[in-house]
């Protein structure tokens, strides 16, 4: 069974700084791409930042500049580090992965940046 674990979600004030990471189980597939999606109470699912096998990223405006996504091939995981953290990037971030013509997602962590 496929399985993408996240962790490192929590209570931050504002300024400060978390990393995320996703971890991937049960299968010897790569995901391509991985990647960050978010949602806020009352708001759509958004893409956050994803990467591909090959290292290429892709970030929404709202983060460019403060967040950067990486990923580790060798154990299918990928991180989100995110600095200068604002009250508007409290969400709960799911982690994605596309593979073998499907879409996979985490559980989801929460965020909470306090003003």
């Known amino acids: 069974q496929v399985q993408l674990v996240e962790s490192g979600g929590g209570l931050v004030q504002a300024g400060g700084s978390l990393k995320l990471s996703c971890a991937a189980s049960?299968?010897?597939?790569?995901?391509?791409?991985m990647g960050w999606h978010r949602q806020a109470p009352g708001k759509q699912r958004e893409l956050v930042a994803s990467?591909?096998?090959?290292?290429?990223?892709n970030y929404s405006d709202s983060v460019k500049g403060r967040f950067t996504v990486s990923r580790d091939n060798a154990k299918n995981t990928v991180y989100l580090q995110m600095n200068s953290l604002k009250p508007e990037d409290t969400a709960a971030y799911y982690c994605h992965g596309y593979s073998r013509y499907r879409d996979y997602w985490g559980q989801g962590t929460q965020v909470t940046v306090s003003s």
């Open positions: 049960g299968t010897i597939f790569t995901f391509n791409p």
């Open positions: 990467i591909t096998f090959g290292g290429r990223t």
